[in-house]
Structure formats: C-alpha cells, structure tokens
C-alpha cells in the first residue's frame, strides 16, 4: 500500500498547474517530494503536524555527500535519487537558487554540528557551503550546555523567534560527534488578503466530534479550485513577482478518522481522480471560510531514518571518510524543525493588525462555498519547481485567547 501512495501522490505533485516553468531538470524535485510525503505518512501524527519535505532532504543531502560505501548507499536510496552522486551538488545549487530568489523571506537552513576533535576536508567544506547552502559548526560536545546553547540560538535566529529550542544540554553526552538540523521559514503575504473586519468566531468541529471556538478569515475572491464528490481542494497563492508558491488546502466534504489515510485511500481506489486534483484547479469565484492556524514541530529523524533503511550512518560502523579522515564519525541525533502560521495578511504575516479593505465583489456569478470547519490537510506548494515546502494537518484551530506567536516547539 505504501508503494501505491508514493507513486501516487508524487505524480499529483508532478502534473501540478502550469503556471510558468522552472526551466530546469525537476528529477531531484521529484525525489525530494518523495521522501518527504512517505516520511509524513508513517511518522506519528497528533494535533497540527507539519513537516518541510525540501528542509528534511537537505539535511539528507549534506550526510549523502560526506559518506561513502554502504553508508552512502543507503542514504542515496532512501532519497531514490534517480541521478548520479556526482551531479546532486549541482542540481540542489539549482534548486536552491530558485528558492533563495523569491521576491519575499524564505530562508532553507541546514547545518552539520561536529565535534571539533574531527578535521573536516576541504573538499567537502565547499561542497556544503557552495552547493548545499549549508553550514558547518565545529563545537565541543564534552561542553554539553555550551553547544546546546549555540544550537538553541542558531534555530531562533533562523525562524525568526518561532522555534527557540532544538536541542536540550541532557541530550548531548560526550560521545557525540555529529548532529543534523534543518529548517525552512517562510515569510509572505496573500496576493488576495482576506479582510480583517470579515474575522469572526466560529465552531471548528475536531476528529472526535468536540466543537471548539475559532477564529474564521472570511472572503470572496477569485481562486483556482477543484471538488468532487469525496473532497474540495482551494490554492491560496503567496504574493511574489518572482515565484508561484501558493498554500493548498485539501478539505475532505465527510468526516474521516485519519485524514492523510483519507486522501490515501481515495488514490489507491481511484488514482486517476486524485492525480488530476491539482492539475484540474480551475479558476473559480470562491466563498472562503479559513480558520487562524498554527503549528511548530520539532522532528526526530533519526527513528525515520531507520524506517527509510538509512542504519549504518546512525551507528559506529559508518563511513562518512569524505567528511573527515578520523574514523569514528556517526549521526548521533538529526533534527527538523517546521513553524507555520497563517492569518488575514499571509504566512506569518506582520500585517495582521492592519485592516484590508476589499471592493464590493465584481462577480456575478454565484461564488463556491468553501467551509473549513474541520480537520483539512494542507500543502505549500512551488508550482515552478514541483516542490513541496511544508505538508501538514491543521486539527486545531486558533482561537481569540490564543497567542499569535506560536512559542516553544513541540
């Protein structure tokens, strides 16, 4: 089943609307939406979960280009990267200065934490740095609350505050010799603001039935939008004159137990409906009811690590000699961290007490409802290179007594 849900829901994000194309070889896109929604699909799930596929792969990339034998080949399979080793640090620098080129802030960081008893080979250094847009940290983990704290900052200054903590002092033990961390934070306002005096409460029904208070975003406007009898699907695109990255929202129209499973499911019944989701989106005049949503998450990668078949780089028989000649260097803990939180103005938007002001709706037609009052999937999707930025679950919405920042992660 879970061979059907990666081809499957892979080539959804492959025939995506073609707004205008990214002119380059959209393979290692493919692999990285791979990876990442197959990670989502068995990792556990609970209240808001999100996760940055490209953030993740990144992070996967930097350890690929450092191992060797069956340490690289696990990791390079993993990613089922369908070119050849010597080829990914060119393509990624594609892909990354497509991303790095966006008309507002998005910023994809990914860093290697060595102890500094290791040396670090000059080839790898520009290899990271120049073509993976990483960083590289050099710390001594016998001072456990030291780099902890290092790392702790270096995440808040990335995420501009969201996530404050990666790492506790307790989970560094002298031993370690390398810890992963990757994040993707993004920052954008609405093409299509919604208007802050349309804002109201409303009921949010969750999984098991409870109803709580939200607060719903309300406009008319319009969307490019799909349904069918089973789902309805709405693409809010993010205000860019130098990209086509747009927030996805899929709302199931029945309750359902599992809603990733849901979507699941319906592919495996019927692939041709869910592969034309979003190919079929269609210009249409929409009613968009949108609750506030937050969610930060800290993800543990190494457990998913083991579940992609990646086992010696996390123990000592790994072989990362083309980071370092000193023997003994393994993944001790690898982390991805995801924020994300919508409201009037955008994602993470700094508007959001500020009033937007629509003129009365020009269209005649009789616009679409479109009523999130329940647990829906969503995606932030760069319909230029294929990729997906974030997947995730919105399970519980924001409220009038919640904080806007979304704090500590989870």
Same mark, same amino acid.
């Given at each position: ?13 492959? $025939? ?5 194309? $990214? ?11 791979? &990876? ?5 699909? @068995? ?27 069956? /340490?690289?080949? #696990? ?31 998005? #910023? ?8 500094? *008893? ?12 120049? %073509?993976?847009?990483?960083? !590289?940290?050099?710390?001594? $983990? ?12 270096? !995440?808040?200054?990335? &995420? ?11 989970? @560094? ?9 990757? *994040? ?35 406009? &008319? *406007? ?8 089973? /789902? ?24 359902? %137990? ?34 506030? $949503? ?20 996390? &123990?000592?028989?790994?072989? =990362? ?9 393994? !993944? ?15 994602? =993470? ?20 409802? =479109?009523?999130?009052?329940?647990? =829906?999937?969503?995606?932030?999707? %760069? ?28």
């Amino acid at each position: 089943m879970r061979l059907w849900f990666q081809k499957i829901f892979v080539a959804l994000i492959l $025939f995506g609307v073609p707004f205008k194309g $990214f002119g380059k070889d959209l393979a290692l896109s493919s692999n990285i939406n791979h &990876t990442g929604m197959f990670l989502y699909y @068995i990792m556990s799930k609970a209240d808001n979960t999100i996760i940055s596929p490209i953030a993740i792969s990144s992070s996967l990339l930097i350890a690929y280009m450092g191992a060797d034998g069956a /340490t690289s080949d #696990q990791i390079g399979n993993s990613l089922h990267l369908g070119i050849p080793k010597k080829n990914v640090p060119a393509a990624f620098k594609s892909l990354l200065s497509h991303l790095t080129n966006v008309g507002y802030n998005l #910023q994809l960081s990914s860093t290697l934490w060595i102890d500094d *008893s290791k040396s670090i080979r000059n080839n790898y250094k520009k290899v990271l740095t120049k %073509d993976l847009g990483g960083e !590289i940290h050099q710390v001594n $983990f016998k001072k456990s609350t030291e780099v902890a704290n290092r790392m702790n900052n270096w !995440i808040s200054g990335k &995420t501009d505050g969201k996530i404050s903590s990666i790492i506790s002092s307790a989970k @560094i033990d002298p031993s370690t010799e390398m810890i992963l961390a990757s *994040s993707l934070f993004l920052k954008g306002q609405w093409k299509k603001p919604f208007p802050t005096q349309n804002t109201g409460q409303e009921n949010f029904t969750r999984i098991d039935g409870s109803v709580v208070p939200c607060q719903m975003m309300n406009q &008319t *406007s319009k969307l490019y939008y799909y349904e069918n009898k089973d /789902t309805q699907v709405v693409s809010l695109p993010i205000s860019s004159l130098d990209a086509n990255y747009s927030l996805i929202i899929f709302l199931p129209k029945h309750k359902t %137990d599992d809603l990733y499973s849901f979507y699941y499911a319906q592919d495996e019944s019927k692939p041709e409906g869910f592969i034309s989701y979003i190919s079929q989106l269609k210009e249409t005049s929409v009613s968009l009811s949108l609750p506030k $949503f937050a969610a930060s998450q800290k993800l543990d990668l190494v457990p998913l690590y083991r579940s992609l078949g990646i086992n010696d780089a996390i &123990t000592k028989i790994a072989n =990362f000699s083309r980071i370092s000649p000193n023997k003994g260097l393994m !993944i001790n803990n690898a982390f991805e961290l995801s924020a994300f939180a919508i409201n009037e103005g955008g994602i =993470f938007a700094t508007s959001a007490d500020e009033s937007f002001f629509h003129l009365k709706s020009p269209y005649v037609a009789k616009a679409t409802s =479109f009523v999130a009052n329940h647990p =829906f999937l969503f995606t932030v999707y %760069d319909f230029d290179a294929k990729l997906l930025l974030f997947i995730g679950e919105c399970q519980v919405p924001l409220n009038a007594s919640d904080s806007s920042s979304l704090g500590s992660d989870k």
